[in-house]
């Protein structure tokens, strides 16, 4: 008798360790442990300390999930095998194939940023296919074409950093700490986002590419020309802030004209910022586009989306023992559709 399927997702990519379950009723169980307190000495993530912590907490979070589901019958498991840092993504991809082996069910290794643009298909009233996605996440900030699972055109990407790390070099020179980008957003709340005419940058010509580098520049005369002071540090980020959104929505506005497409995703860690949410419906009810977010837990790394991609490609999954496989740089365009349309 043919098993319902019930995949079992794992997320290691970075500085959240996660676990969910995903099965034809949706969303099971999920888990995430953040590693924020672990790294905020340092300023940023320590591969070695992610990679030991992650060790420390993948199986706890993996026994939670299935008993806050119930032990069901596991039929397959899902984990991100890149991009990310490669030593994190190997502890995931070792104790996949690990329990894969142990209870004897195919393994697939996924693509992270296929789960976050896949994300908003776990809501409850989920965007139809074809969309326009915008993922910014700390270390991607792309626009892409999402015509069906494994059916990726990247419209545009960043030249240079991804808006999560310039929110996160910007807050550094602000003294704000780690992670910066959510407390910069609560300075800026304080501030006047027209104090500082920061650049928005590549506005001005043709195409949907990404540069904050000139921005990051502006954030720092702004700070030696005289930000000392907490109201003057405020205005500095929401003006910095307002730029950057600004520049999001430009961008995204362009892109769904230029894909000839109805609905836009946001999705990655940035999706969740307040700010950037309300000017994108703003924008959305003139250009006439609707707007699609996934909740603020699964904006940030998390299993759900890597069982979610894990269940609509089940039929890739591999059976046997699998080797543990982990691939820091991979490009979301070389992805294929599932080979059965029923999984997609």
């Given at each position: 008798?043919?098993?319902?399927?019930?995949?079992?997702?794992?997320?290691?990519?970075?500085?959240?360790?996660?676990?969910?379950?995903?099965?034809?009723?949706?969303?099971?169980?999920?888990?995430?442990?953040?590693?924020?307190?672990?790294?905020?000495?340092?300023?940023?993530?320590?591969?070695?300390?992610?990679?030991?912590?992650h060790i420390r907490k993948i199986a706890p979070l993996i026994e939670n999930v299935c008993a806050t589901a119930g032990?069901?019958?596991?039929?397959?498991?899902?984990?991100?095998?890149?991009?990310?840092?490669?030593?994190?993504?190997?502890?995931?991809?070792?104790?996949?194939?690990?329990?894969?082996?142990?209870?004897?069910?195919?393994?697939?290794?996924?693509?992270?940023?296929?789960?976050?643009?896949?994300?908003?298909?776990?809501?409850?009233?989920?965007?139809?296919?074809?969309?326009?996605?915008?993922?910014?996440?700390?270390?991607?900030?792309?626009?892409?074409?999402?015509?069906?699972?494994?059916?990726?055109?990247?419209?545009g990407e960043s030249l240079d950093d991804a808006v999560g790390e310039a929110f996160d070099k910007a807050a550094k020179?602000?003294?704000?700490?780690?992670?910066?980008?959510?407390?910069?957003?609560?300075?800026?709340?304080?501030?006047?986002?027209?104090?500082?005419?920061?650049?928005?940058?590549?506005?001005?010509?043709?195409?949907?590419?990404?540069?904050?580098?000139?921005?990051?520049?502006?954030?720092?005369?702004?700070?030696?020309?005289?930000?000392?002071?907490?109201?003057?540090?405020?205005?500095?980020?929401?003006?910095?802030?307002?730029?950057?959104?600004?520049?999001?929505?430009?961008?995204?506005?362009?892109?769904?004209?230029?894909?000839?497409?109805?609905?836009?995703?946001?999705?990655?860690?940035?999706?969740?910022?307040?700010?950037?949410?309300?000017?994108?419906?703003?924008?959305?009810?003139?250009?006439?586009?609707?707007?699609?977010?996934?909740?603020?837990?699964?904006?940030?790394?998390?299993?759900?989306?890597?069982?979610?991609?894990?269940?609509?490609?089940?039929?890739?999954?591999?059976?046997?023992?699998?080797?543990?496989?982990?691939?820091?740089?991979?490009?979301?365009?070389?992805?294929?559709?599932?080979?059965?349309?029923?999984?997609?």
């Amino acid at each position: 008798m043919q098993r319902t399927p019930i995949i079992l997702g794992i997320e290691s990519s970075c500085d959240e360790t996660a676990a969910a379950l995903y099965g034809e009723a949706g969303l099971l169980a999920h888990a995430v442990h953040s590693q924020v307190a672990i790294h905020a000495d340092y300023g940023g993530v320590v591969p070695e300390l992610a990679s030991r912590d992650h060790i420390r907490k993948i199986a706890p979070l993996i026994e939670n999930v299935c008993a806050t589901a119930g032990h069901p019958t596991i039929t397959g498991i899902a984990y991100t095998r890149g991009p990310g840092l490669v030593g994190a993504l190997l502890v995931g991809a070792s104790v996949a194939a690990g329990y894969g082996m142990g209870l004897s069910v195919p393994v697939l290794g996924v693509h992270h940023m296929e789960g976050h643009l896949l994300s908003p298909l776990l809501e409850a009233e989920p965007p139809a296919f074809p969309y326009v996605a915008l993922l910014v996440s700390g270390g991607h900030t792309m626009l892409v074409a999402v015509e069906g699972v494994g059916r990726y055109r990247v419209l545009g990407e960043s030249l240079d950093d991804a808006v999560g790390e310039a929110f996160d070099k910007a807050a550094k020179m602000l003294g704000l700490g780690y992670p910066g980008g959510p407390a910069l957003s609560r300075l800026a709340a304080e501030g006047d986002p027209t104090a500082h005419a920061f650049p928005r940058p590549m506005c001005n010509r043709p195409g949907l590419d990404f540069s904050f580098s000139g921005l990051k520049t502006a954030v720092m005369l702004a700070i030696k020309s005289g930000g000392r002071t907490r109201a003057a540090q405020a205005d500095i980020a929401a003006s910095f802030q307002q730029a950057v959104v600004e520049t999001l929505v430009a961008k995204c506005a362009r892109a769904v004209r230029a894909a000839g497409m109805e609905r836009l995703v946001v999705a990655g860690g940035v999706g969740a910022n307040a700010s950037l949410r309300a000017a994108l419906a703003e924008r959305g009810r003139v250009d006439g586009f609707a707007l699609y977010f996934p909740r603020p837990a699964f904006c940030t790394d998390n299993a759900a989306m890597i069982a979610l991609t894990g269940y609509l490609r089940r039929t890739q999954m591999r059976p046997g023992i699998v080797p543990a496989e982990a691939v820091p740089r991979w490009s979301l365009e070389t992805l294929v559709p599932p080979a059965s349309a029923a999984a997609s």
